[in-house]
């Protein structure tokens, strides 16, 4: 595997240091790229040489630095014109042969770097104290793509457009459903066909254009008669077809064999269609398949669970399964000709499973990965073949084909998005290898045939889709859907797929039925996962569940990316967390954790594991469960604040008391603030009428108190749930009361991830807490000063749930298990509440801001952000003598001593 970005970071830093001085060209010029190669993790000297000799108008020049292929260095002494540097690097092309001119030129005099891109035009320019910022401008050398491409090429954001515009023309004419998926399916290969040589270049643009009529009233039986064409080998064709119908290519496959009612046209849809057809499809890329899915179909696809994963993210599955390997690989056989040929059988004998492929872009991105690097091996044994008349391509090119890909999608426009898709990209990579190899290969007419399967992946058996001992890897983005918001047919789904877990399965979001059924196909293989998910499934109440299953079936996590945003080629992104999980029955001895670093230039920390558990930690599989009971019988009480239940009639803002309080003056006594999480961390005043204790005589005289109480009865007679109704008995109380008859520690239920603390708060007795608060039944500072430390805060960060991306505290789950620290000190219990009175004491220093203010990361004042580390300090004390330096330590510390209190 290539060395991990972080320690090629951290080597260029070394690098830069050793290397700040050095001015002189002959000196240590050779010392100096020797240390730059290594800094790739790579030995110089078995990829490029020194002082490479060419000739040159019969003169013999010297190159000071020569990678066949790939690099021309030039080197000068410091503050020499580089430009002239690079004149004269391309001045020794004139000796080199084709095979050995390279890509990239790169220029120095130690103390700047110019990089020249042959292939793309571009350079790039930069100091050698910033070489840690540029090294992906060396990706070329330790495995990556050659430079940096961009997500998104605005051709095909037009091209969605235009076929958006066509498939909408046509259904608000009457096409619809199975037909014009199959239709437009057809037209984009057409599209493709006139761009990529299948048939002559725009030759079904001029067909359509010459033979139908303006109004479009020819233009379906004509495109009708296209596509029987296209399925009908030359033999069999009808010879009184005229010359340019049989023009188009016999592609045999499925794609055309089914006979569908040919749509109606007229002007309008015609020009559409020719708007499409003037467009250049050739280069376009496999994500718009996705894209121009969720665009054109009309289901909302946050109620479907389909979201389309960028390339971007399909390569952090990819490269971490099985790309990285198999370019290490690479590297360490590109001299052994054997050991390449192995390499080569090893990647073609590659199954790939996605079983819910959509439109099918994990599939084709790892179809086209795979062919680049089959390329690139074949590339390197005809290198050491030395002679192309010792390399026959034919003897080594039975190849990768598109039926290695197996999917299942249970829509069908998406499930046909796939299949000719996946043909497409084929095309595109026979083009290249075509270009790189001087020979003309296409696979037309088409034999071999994606495996897309059209039904419910979690209802099917994938031994009928594809045998266990054959597959190599399964991967794909399942469909993001919480528990909340499953179908009846998808309850049913988790029933199929759960039947075997003993309980807990309905708690589990929808995601979690192909994790199991995973597991349990790929029993008895080495069968690698890799699937993108929601972050849900490493966090809270799910865990238990659905890890204990996993583990106890022998599943390993051998990689994971930690929660990120995820993103889509789609412009209209939705906020969904996600993690990438992959895991196998094999225990890797090489696993990592990846966490992505946000910034001005986003890193990633890579962390190498011996053990990832379900929190997506270096640790034991030690599981959080929730629990009724405390795990230290002797804190004190914790319950969920109050619930209305009143539909309103309780609660008043500030405004809104007051006009009460002029209709009703004497129901002032019965007013008492209300806190809600959001309300009391924005400092927003909220009341509510309370009337637990009071006589009944003192209210119901009040007319427009009676209102209101009338009101909440009728609201809870008319709920579905027997409990709320018996509840419109007793109209004049919230629908739970656990309201402290003492001062109590207020936690809001949910607090946003950005925080570093959790704001809580001391409250009188008089302050109605509400059920989005959580009540800790004591007013003692030191359990404030716990529940407001860092350890605490690890805690909940670990085992918590989330919304989104925001903290979502959970009695059973963080406050009953948290392993407060034994009483062991007195003195530590007494300056831990001492620094906590002082706490709440600073923030009344800043009366014009709220808590939210308060505890901002990017506004914390100096005074509260000082005194909260020294509490952390002080309750760090009570769980180990040694500093804890990172969160991770804190949280090894806490599971262990969790851990050992369950036992």
């Not at 290539?2 to 690098?15: D, K, M, N, Q, V």
């Not at 499973?353 to 959509?358: F, I, M, Y």
């Not at 795990?631 to 969920?640: D, G, R, Y």
Request: hydrophobic share 35%; proline share 4%; glycine share 4%.
């Amino acid at each position: 595997m290539y060395p991990l970005f972080s320690e090629i970071r951290s080597r260029a830093f070394e690098f830069s240091n050793s290397w700040i001085d050095e001015s002189n060209e002959r000196a240590e010029a050779q010392s100096f790229w020797n240390d730059f190669f290594e800094v790739f993790g790579i030995s110089r000297r078995k990829v490029a040489t020194f002082e490479q000799p060419v000739t040159l108008d019969k003169n013999l020049g010297f190159i000071d630095l020569f990678w066949r292929g790939k690099l021309v260095v030039e080197h000068k002494s410091k503050g020499k014109n580089l430009n002239k540097a690079y004149s004269q690097a391309l001045n020794y092309f004139n000796g080199l042969e084709n095979d050995e001119l390279p890509q990239f030129v790169l220029v120095s005099d130690f103390t700047k770097f110019c990089l020249y891109d042959l292939d793309n035009s571009k350079e790039y320019k930069f100091s050698l104290e910033n070489l840690h910022n540029n090294i992906h401008l060396f990706s070329f050398m330790y495995g990556g793509d050659t430079l940096p491409t961009i997500d998104e090429i605005p051709v095909n954001e037009d091209a969605v457009k235009l076929m958006v515009k066509l498939y909408d023309s046509l259904d608000k004419n009457g096409y619809t459903g199975h037909n014009l998926a199959v239709l437009l399916i057809r037209i984009l290969y057409c599209l493709f066909s006139d761009d990529t040589g299948i048939w002559d270049k725009n030759h079904f643009y001029n067909y359509v254009r010459k033979n139908t009529n303006k109004d479009g009233s020819n233009l379906g039986f004509y495109i009708s008669g296209i596509f029987d064409v296209i399925d009908t080998p030359p033999r069999n064709r009808q010879q009184f077809h005229d010359e340019d119908l049989h023009k188009f290519t016999y592609l045999n496959g499925t794609l055309f064999k089914e006979k569908i009612r040919f749509p109606s046209f007229d002007s309008r849809l015609r020009k559409i269609l020719l708007e499409c057809c003037e467009f250049n499809w050739k280069d376009i890329s496999p994500a718009i398949f996705g894209s121009l899915f969720q665009l054109v179909i009309k289901n909302n696809s946050h109620n479907s669970g389909t979201f389309y994963t960028s390339e971007e993210n399909i390569l952090k599955v990819l490269k971490n399964m099985f790309l990285d390997e198999f370019y290490e690989q690479l590297l360490l056989s590109e001299h052994n000709a054997k050991e390449l040929k192995k390499l080569l059988t090893d990647i073609r004998k590659i199954k790939i499973l996605d079983p819910a492929c959509g439109c099918g872009n994990f599939l084709i991105v790892a179809y086209r990965e795979l062919r680049k690097l089959e390329i690139k091996i074949l590339i390197q044994i005809r290198y050491l073949a030395r002679k192309k008349e010792d390399f026959q391509i034919g003897n080594l090119y039975t190849g990768i084909n598109v039926d290695s890909m197996f999917g299942i999608e249970i829509e069908e426009f998406p499930h046909k998005i796939a299949q000719v898709a996946l043909w497409l990209v084929d095309h595109q990579m026979n083009i290249q290898f075509s270009s790189e190899f001087g020979i003309n290969y296409n696979r037309l007419p088409l034999t071999n045939y994606p495996n897309i399967t059209y039904g419910n992946a979690i209802r099917l058996d994938w031994n009928d889709i594809v045998s266990k001992n054959e597959l190599t890897y399964i991967i794909g983005n399942p469909p993001f859907i919480s528990k909340k918001k499953r179908t009846t047919e998808q309850a049913q789904d988790m029933n199929i797929a759960c039947m075997s877990m003993e309980k807990g399965y309905n708690i589990l979001d929808y995601v979690s039925a192909w994790y199991i059924k995973a597991a349990d196909y790929i029993q008895g293989t080495n069968i690698e996962v890799g699937f993108v998910s929601t972050n849900s499934i490493t966090q809270g109440e799910q865990v238990a569940p659905l890890w204990n299953y996993l583990i106890s079936n022998g599943v390993i996590i051998n990689f994971a990316y930690r929660t990120f945003k995820w993103t889509s080629e789609s412009n209209n992104t939705a906020s969904v967390y996600v993690v990438i999980i992959g895991f196998s029955l094999n225990n890797n001895n090489l696993k990592y954790i990846i966490t992505d670093i946000k910034g001005d230039i986003p890193t990633q920390q890579i962390i190498k594991a011996t053990n990832i558990n379900p929190y997506l930690l270096d640790f034991e599989n030690t599981i959080v469960t929730k629990s009724r009971e405390k795990i230290h019988a002797e804190l004190p009480k914790v319950s969920t604040g109050s619930m209305p239940n009143d539909d309103q009639n309780f609660l008043f803002t500030n405004t809104e008391k007051v006009d009460f309080l002029l209709r009703e003056p004497k129901a002032k006594r019965f007013f008492r603030p209300f806190l809600s999480a959001r309300q009391y961390l924005n400092g927003e005043k909220r009341w509510c009428l309370w009337f637990e204790d009071a006589e009944p005589s003192t209210f119901l005289k009040m007319k427009y108190v009676v209102e209101r109480l009338e009101n909440v009865q009728k609201h809870r007679l008319k709920s579905n749930r027997s409990s709320t109704r018996k509840l419109a008995e007793t109209p004049y109380l919230f629908g739970e009361i656990r309201q402290p008859k003492e001062q109590y520690i207020l936690i809001p239920k949910h607090t946003s991830q950005r925080r570093t603390y959790i704001p809580i708060s001391i409250f009188p007795k008089d302050f109605i807490a509400g059920d989005s608060c959580i009540i800790v039944h004591t007013d003692d500072p030191y359990y404030f000063g716990i529940l407001s430390s860092s350890m605490h805060m690890c805690w909940l960060k670990y085992t918590g749930g989330r919304i989104k991306e925001d903290y979502r505290y959970s009695i059973q789950l963080v406050y009953n298990t948290f392993p407060f620290p034994s009483k062991t000190s007195s003195d530590n219990i007494e300056n831990i509440r001492n620094i906590s009175r002082k706490l709440m004491l600073i923030r009344e220093e800043y009366p014009n801001s709220t808590l939210a203010d308060l505890y901002d990361p990017l506004a914390m004042p100096k005074a509260l952000l000082k005194l909260h580390k020294v509490l952390d300090r002080e309750v760090d004390k009570l769980y180990s003598k040694k500093t804890f330096h990172s969160e991770e330590e804190r949280i090894y510390s806490l599971l262990s001593l969790y851990s050992s209190l369950k036992e």
